[in-house]
């Protein structure tokens, strides 16, 4: 029996938590425009000559993007790759990230906790982060002497905005002592008040690494369950909720299950705990893709944001993904022209408090520097 304690705030203290989530658009300004300059738009026709330079892109994503639509994307794709060079600029793009970006632009793909490693390794002086804020500002975070962009800064996340510094000092308050454990989809606020963050990748290595006996895991309810499933530790869980993983119920999967018996099907932690016991696998964004390379299955249903069977179909053609295709709308906020706007007129530039900044920095290292 999991031992969880899940700390309702509307029930236990009306009004006192919560009452000021932050919510999308987040602050953006800095003076990266002034310092690096604005550069003029590219041309973006399509003509011969842009087809022969992008071929080998499309070859990555021609499974799973028909060729009539490369055309649309082909010429923003060539501008972006030219302005990474000439800015030096890095992308790093979230798995849930469409094919032509994940596959055409990105340097760097991964899950929450690949990309935080590859921000806190990177050279470039300039990060174009292609995933939400809460990513962008990790990376922020990390590197507080670089540009960090993201393409909309409305790209928001639904567990970072249940969730305040206000309510994590008052959870300390109310369970003294108790260490704090943040899941990395939280603003720097948050972190700032947190002994340690943590990725769904190393949830429950992080939880253990503390040597405590109870440990506050904060703000996702499901991840939370899912830890304390594995774990002795006591875990005491907020109530927030990814609104792409909590929309999968277990009727659906079982469903799937009815008409292949031999269907695999591979689910997120952020998933209700009934759509996780029908799951054969559960696991991070990456873990995920990582079991679908390794097994090979034929037939898979990846349980978490639609685009990643994309794009790992456009890697492995002869799987056949079966896709309850939920998406999720922050991620989608980015797009090859708002990235190719970014370079541009270096926009939308990532701030975050230095004070609030070197506060989370101790618990995001905290993290990366675990042995896996
Ligand atoms: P991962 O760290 O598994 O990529 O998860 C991030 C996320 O936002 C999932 O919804
Ligand atoms: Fe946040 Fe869910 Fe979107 Fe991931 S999929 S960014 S957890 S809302």
Known sequence: MPLLETFDPAGLNPGAFSARTPTAPYPTGGGAARKFGVLPLPALDWNEDVARETAHLYERIKNVVPSVEWPFFAPHVKAINALKQQRGAVILAHNYQTPEIYHCVADFVGDSLQLAREAAKTKAGIIVQCGVHFMAETSKILNPDKVVLIPDSRA?????????????????????????????????????????????????????????????????????????????????????????????????????????????????????????????????????????????????????????????????????????????????????????????????????????????????????????
């Open 156 to 372: 928001g996340c639904s567990l970072a905005s249940s969730i305040t510094g206000d309510d994590v000092r008052l959870l300390r308050e109310r369970f003294p002592g108790v260490p704090v454990v943040t899941y990395v989809n939280t603003s720097a606020e948050v972190k700032a008040e947190s002994d340690i963050c943590c990725t769904s990748s190393n949830a429950v290595q992080v939880v253990e690494s503390l040597g405590a006996d109870k440990v506050i895991f904060l703000p996702d309810e499901y991840l939370a369950r899912y830890v304390a499933a594995q774990t002795k530790v006591k875990i005491i869980a907020w109530k927030g909720h990814c609104e792409v993983h909590e929309r999968f119920t277990a009727d659906e999967l079982r469903r799937y299950r009815d008409s292949d018996p031999s269907i695999q099907i591979i689910a997120h932690p952020e998933c209700p705990p009934d759509v996780i016991a029908e799951a054969d696998f559960t696991g991070s964004t990456a873990h995920m893709i990582d079991w679908v390379r390794n097994r090979h299955p034929r037939r898979v249903v990846m349980v978490t944001e639609c685009s990643m069977a994309d794009n790992v179909q456009a890697e492995l053609p002869d799987v056949e993904f079966v896709r309850p295709c939920n998406l999720c709308p922050h991620m989608k906020r980015i797009t090859l022209p708002k990235i190719l706007d970014s370079l541009l007129l270096m926009k939308e530039e990532v701030v975050v408090d230095p004070f609030i900044a070197d506060k989370a920095r101790r618990a995001v290292e905290r993290m990366i520097h675990l042995k896996s």
